[in-house]
């Protein structure tokens, strides 16, 4: 029988199913596969980024030893700071010295979870970048302390993913190298705080005059507002914005419970009082401070002064300076006007009238009597025969018979003149301030130097290098080489003596000519009077400055011996072989004159003039240290005998002008060739200063008459007047035997 076999349906349900099951499981295993792939792929990425990353970072080791650039300090006699020297204004501080409610300020406002966060908090983050959303505005940052730390000291400042990645990861390493607090005291000395302040202590001399240490907790919070964005929150430009922002720390700190929302209320209320920001410009500089940071910069290099903290102290006298300033400034100014009044320095087109007196209102903001300030002649009152002036913050009257000095242009001015004036005293004493009365000034074109020094130790207590420090740095009474002319003279006399000639040896003052080669031909020497006396003892050719007879002094001892002589009492300056040297033909430097005129006055002993006592480094330890040395050069009885001969150059000869300073003193004047340079070296049996003048510009003659009698005497009279009033009176000492 035939059957057929049971058709076998691989269609029926079940089977159907079995398909699609096996090319999904088949398409999730191929899923996880890839996954896993690109899993591995990207840790074994990460990890490699990570390694390349982890070679190129700089050791956190460094940290240990922070070292920040700080602020090196230049310091007067009397302690007084007188100069900073710095890349980043920054004065150190350790943890302990700073006030609790400063720290927990910062904490507060840049970093709440600090003390828990490993030096990366993914929470503060979030949480930073919530705040600024609701905002509209970034209050809070996501960088942590730590990571702001590695930032400044151990990565290069461009915003980049890597660099980020790198911050990070060197936050983290220095979390685990550091302490907390070790943490805290390199941010809270490294943060900019603006104004040029870097640190905590910078910033509280900036902005508030006082030391860290010192401040409340309102201080402190306005500080602590400062990282975020240091010029937007200044408190001395956007004042608003920096107490929004102080508000925004204390209410942070009342969040985390380091003060009260009383206390938080107190700051907020309490009246802060700012100061100006302490920055050393040239105003504030003078010739004594360059001087001395030169001579720093040339010891120890220009890094460490910049950057290492070095303390200076010097032997500046600030009265003296100040006094000094102010003598040579007078000297110039009477010396400028009795050669005539250059008229005024511009013109003004009255349609811009408006604008000169916003510009003189800057310039003359802060006005006091015997200042000198700039003008805009606005017209002339003929009821009161006087000039109407403009000073930008205050009008001023200019009588013409405070201007008679000028003659006949000083009676020429035009509406839109701009001068120069003297203010005399508020004609009446009102708000706004005003009318000042003045007189008429105007700039000296000449230039002029002084020296002092205290020669019984060789501290130079002041010196001033021209007339404005902030118009030319050039230090006329150090770099300038200039002719002395007889205020050489003592050193062919002193030098006479040595060879055997007395005060009372008799030398002749007549004509006679030279045919020295070296001099272009035939010279014949002249006396600034065109006169011969004869006959002359030795102590009057001096005392009276005569030339022929200097001359003939210095060809009868011999040239070299002179030039010898002089630079072995501290001229170091070449000085020509010729017997024009007699004259003081060749150029000496007013520093080289002081230390060779100390030897006089120290009885023959040469002391180097200094100008620094001692320098300190960071932590205090003594780097150098001043110590005198003296070398004797001249017999004792020669320099007596030297300074008696120049006491009698200011009793009787041509320094009588100082005779008014009514107490023991001895000097020299000089005057060069065709009068181009003008000096006056004198000391008292304390105090030795020396003054030169004349022009930069080595052909401009001072004019007729302008000696260093009449032009330098002067100046240094108005000093040694003020400085040594109400000292005692002391007399030159006499030497034993």
Same mark, same amino acid.
């Given at each position: 029988?035939?059957?057929?076999?049971?058709?076998?349906?691989?269609?029926?349900?079940?089977?159907?199913?079995?398909?699609? +099951?096996?090319?999904?499981? =088949?398409?999730?295993?191929?899923?996880?596969?890839?996954?896993?792939?690109?899993?591995?792929?990207?840790?074994?990425?990460?990890?490699?980024?990570?390694?390349?990353?982890?070679?190129?970072?700089?050791?956190?080791?460094?940290?240990?030893?922070?070292?920040?650039?700080?602020?090196?300090?230049?310091?007067?006699?009397?302690?007084?700071?007188?100069?900073?020297?710095?890349?980043?204004?920054?004065?150190?501080?350790?943890?302990?010295?700073?006030?609790?409610?400063?720290?927990?300020?910062?904490?507060?406002?840049?970093?709440?979870?600090?003390?828990?966060?490993?030096?990366?908090?993914?929470?503060?983050?979030?949480?930073?970048?919530?705040?600024?959303?609701?905002?509209?505005?970034?209050?809070?940052?996501?960088?942590?302390?730590?990571?702001?730390?590695?930032?400044?000291?151990?990565?290069?400042?461009?915003?980049?993913?890597?660099?980020?990645?790198?911050?990070?990861?060197? %936050?983290?390493?220095?979390?685990?190298?550091?302490?907390?607090?070790?943490?805290?005291?390199?941010?809270?000395?490294?943060?900019?705080?603006?104004?040029?302040?870097?640190?905590?202590?910078?910033a509280a001399q900036t902005y508030f005059g006082k030391h860290v240490r010192d401040l409340s907790l309102a201080e402190s919070a306005l500080l602590a507002g400062l990282p975020q964005a240091p010029s937007r929150y200044s408190p001395l430009r956007?004042?608003?914005?920096?107490?929004?922002?102080?508000?925004?720390?204390?209410?942070?700190?009342?969040?985390?419970?380091?003060?009260?929302?009383?206390?938080?209320?107190? $700051?907020?209320?309490?009246?802060?009082?700012?100061?100006?920001?302490?920055?050393?410009?040239?105003?504030?500089?003078?010739?004594?401070?360059?001087? %001395?940071?030169?001579?720093?910069?040339?010891?120890?290099?220009?890094?460490?002064?910049?950057?290492?903290?070095?303390?200076?102290?010097?032997?500046?006298?600030?009265?003296?300076?100040?006094?000094?300033?102010?003598?040579?400034?007078?000297?110039?100014?009477?010396?400028?006007?009795?050669?005539?009044?250059?008229?005024?320095?511009?013109?003004? $087109?009255?349609?811009?009238?408006?604008?000169?007196?916003?510009?003189?209102?800057?310039?003359?903001?802060?006005?006091?009597?015997?200042?000198?300030?700039?003008?805009?002649?606005?017209?002339?009152?003929?009821?009161?025969?006087?000039?109407?002036?403009?000073?930008?913050?205050?009008?001023?009257?200019?009588?013409?018979?405070?201007?008679?000095?000028?003659?006949?242009?000083?009676?020429?001015?035009?509406? =839109?003149?701009?001068?120069?004036?003297?203010?005399?005293?508020?004609?009446?004493?009102?708000?706004?301030?005003?009318?000042?009365?003045?007189?008429?000034?105007?700039?000296?074109?000449?230039?002029?130097?002084?020296?002092?020094?205290?020669?019984?130790?060789?501290?130079?207590?002041?010196?001033?290098?021209?007339?404005?420090?902030?118009?030319?740095?050039?230090?006329?009474?150090?770099?300038?080489?200039?002719?002395?002319?007889?205020?050489?003279?003592?050193?062919?006399?002193?030098?006479?003596?040595?060879?055997?000639?007395?005060?009372?040896?008799?030398?002749?003052?007549?004509?006679?000519?030279?045919?020295?080669?070296?001099?272009?031909?035939?010279?014949?020497?002249?006396?600034?009077?065109?006169?011969?006396?004869?006959?002359?003892?030795?102590?009057?050719?001096?005392?009276?400055?005569?030339?022929?007879?200097?001359?003939?002094?210095?060809?009868?001892?011999?040239?070299?011996?002179?030039?010898?002589?002089?630079?072995?009492?501290?001229?170091?300056?070449?000085?020509?072989?010729?017997?024009?040297?007699?004259?003081?033909?060749?150029?000496?430097?007013?520093?080289?004159?002081?230390?060779?005129?100390?030897?006089?006055?120290?009885?023959?002993?040469?002391?180097?003039?200094?100008?620094?006592?001692?320098?300190?480094?960071?932590?205090?330890?003594?780097?150098?240290?001043?110590?005198?040395?003296?070398?004797?050069?001249?017999?004792?009885?020669?320099?007596?005998?030297?300074?008696? +001969?120049?006491? =009698?150059?200011?009793?009787?000869?041509?320094?009588?002008?100082?005779?008014?300073?009514?107490?023991?003193?001895?000097?020299?004047?000089?005057?060069?060739?065709?009068?181009?340079?003008?000096?006056?070296?004198?000391?008292?049996?304390?105090?030795?200063?020396?003054?030169?003048?004349?022009?930069?510009?080595?052909?401009?003659?001072?004019?007729?008459?302008?000696?260093?009698?009449?032009?330098?005497?002067?100046?240094?009279?108005?000093?040694?007047?003020?400085?040594?009033?109400?000292?005692?009176?002391?007399?030159?000492?006499?030497?034993?035997?």
């Amino acid at each position: 029988m035939m059957y057929r076999k049971p058709h076998k349906d691989y269609s029926t349900p079940r089977q159907k199913r079995k398909a699609p +099951i096996s090319w999904l499981r =088949g398409l999730f295993l191929g899923a996880l596969g890839v996954g896993l792939c690109v899993v591995v792929f990207g840790i074994l990425a990460a990890l490699g980024f990570y390694l390349q990353l982890e070679r190129s970072l700089p050791s956190v080791k460094s940290l240990k030893e922070y070292r920040p650039a700080i602020v090196s300090s230049m310091y007067a006699a009397d302690g007084s700071l007188i100069g900073e020297f710095y890349n980043e204004r920054r004065s150190l501080v350790p943890l302990e010295a700073m006030p609790a409610h400063l720290i927990e300020a910062f904490i507060a406002a840049e970093d709440t979870r600090f003390f828990e966060h490993p030096g990366l908090d993914a929470i503060g983050i979030a949480r930073a970048m919530l705040k600024n959303v609701r905002a509209g505005e970034i209050v809070q940052g996501g960088s942590t302390i730590t990571q702001q730390v590695a930032k400044a000291l151990l990565l290069t400042p461009e915003r980049t993913w890597t660099r980020k990645f790198k911050e990070g990861i060197l %936050a983290y390493r220095i979390d685990h190298y550091l302490t907390k607090d070790e943490t805290l005291h390199i941010y809270l000395n490294q943060v900019y705080l603006g104004e040029g302040a870097y640190g905590v202590e910078a910033a509280a001399q900036t902005y508030f005059g006082k030391h860290v240490r010192d401040l409340s907790l309102a201080e402190s919070a306005l500080l602590a507002g400062l990282p975020q964005a240091p010029s937007r929150y200044s408190p001395l430009r956007h004042y608003n914005q920096a107490r929004e922002r102080q508000q925004y720390v204390l209410q942070q700190m009342v969040t985390q419970q380091y003060i009260t929302a009383q206390e938080s209320q107190e $700051a907020l209320n309490e009246r802060i009082s700012f100061s100006n920001p302490k920055r050393w410009t040239l105003k504030q500089m003078n010739y004594f401070i360059e001087q %001395a940071r030169r001579e720093v910069e040339a010891r120890y290099g220009h890094e460490a002064l910049y950057t290492q903290g070095l303390q200076i102290y010097t032997t500046l006298d600030p009265r003296a300076q100040e006094l000094a300033e102010k003598a040579l400034d007078r000297g110039l100014r009477e010396l400028d006007k009795r050669h005539g009044y250059r008229g005024a320095h511009q013109s003004i $087109a009255q349609s811009k009238w408006r604008d000169f007196a916003k510009n003189l209102a800057q310039h003359n903001r802060n006005l006091a009597e015997g200042n000198v300030a700039e003008a805009l002649i606005t017209g002339f009152d003929s009821k009161s025969k006087s000039f109407q002036l403009d000073l930008g913050t205050a009008k001023a009257q200019l009588p013409v018979s405070a201007a008679s000095w000028a003659g006949g242009r000083g009676t020429a001015f035009r509406p =839109g003149d701009a001068i120069m004036v003297r203010l005399v005293k508020l004609a009446e004493k009102q708000k706004p301030p005003g009318p000042w009365l003045v007189s008429l000034e105007q700039e000296p074109e000449v230039q002029g130097a002084l020296l002092t020094i205290n020669h019984r130790t060789g501290a130079v207590l002041c010196m001033v290098g021209g007339r404005s420090f902030e118009e030319s740095q050039f230090n006329r009474a150090v770099q300038a080489i200039r002719q002395p002319g007889s205020s050489f003279k003592p050193f062919v006399y002193s030098a006479a003596l040595d060879r055997g000639y007395t005060p009372a040896s008799v030398l002749e003052d007549s004509p006679i000519s030279f045919g020295d080669h070296s001099l272009q031909g035939r010279w014949t020497p002249a006396n600034y009077d065109n006169r011969f006396w004869g006959p002359i003892l030795l102590r009057s050719a001096l005392v009276h400055s005569r030339n022929v007879v200097t001359v003939r002094l210095l060809q009868a001892i011999g040239v070299n011996y002179v030039r010898d002589y002089a630079r072995n009492m501290g001229i170091s300056s070449a000085l020509t072989p010729t017997l024009s040297l007699a004259l003081g033909a060749s150029g000496v430097t007013m520093w080289d004159m002081v230390t060779a005129y100390s030897v006089f006055a120290e009885q023959g002993e040469r002391i180097e003039p200094y100008m620094i006592e001692k320098i300190l480094d960071r932590n205090g330890q003594i780097l150098e240290e001043h110590r005198m040395r003296r070398a004797g050069v001249l017999s004792p009885e020669t320099a007596f005998i030297m300074t008696n +001969i120049m006491q =009698g150059v200011i009793e009787e000869g041509t320094g009588r002008r100082a005779r008014k300073l009514g107490r023991p003193a001895a000097g020299k004047t000089g005057t060069s060739n065709d009068i181009k340079d003008a000096w006056f070296m004198g000391y008292t049996p304390s105090v030795l200063t020396g003054v030169w003048v004349g022009y930069d510009d080595v052909d401009i003659s001072l004019g007729k008459g302008e000696t260093g009698g009449h032009a330098a005497c002067p100046i240094w009279l108005y000093f040694m007047e003020d400085y040594l009033r109400d000292t005692p009176v002391e007399q030159f000492e006499v030497p034993s035997g």
